[in-house]
């Protein structure tokens, strides 16, 4: 996915070099409805490091910026949410896994999507011992208390 103004499908060499527009992302689907884009939210933040600015693990470039594409207001504003909250549980010291305190994940409207070029579509299963860094990182989503109100 990219800005509208970014180059129609191209190529994964095109986009390696970082200059397209575009980043490489998880497309998903789902029936659910708040609860579930909520709970997808969450497991996004598990199993990746959303504190390094255009980089996940060794890849660098802003192809591998953190970003949540939405489709509508309600997914934006449940987004902007659990971004706030990940932030507030780092700032806590609650969560110690990630490389920085500043979450830097983008959270912007959905457009066109292309799917990756074949050799990488189910990379990790073709390739087994592959280099992936998304790992979860923290198995539970921690609750914070609220303090009640005296």
Known sequence: MGPETAKVNPTYEEVCKG???HQEVYFIEFTGGSDTFRNLVRFFFQFHDPTTLNRQGNDRGTQYASSIWCYDDKQIEIAQKVKSELEQLITMGFLNCFNEQTVTTEIR???TFYPAHTAHQEYLFKNP??????KLRFAQWPTIEEEEEN
Do not use: D, L, P
Request: aromatic share 8%.
């Open 109 to 111: 409207r959905s457009n």
């Open 129 to 134: 011992k592959g280099y992936c860094n998304h």
């Open 19 to 21: 200059n397209t527009g």
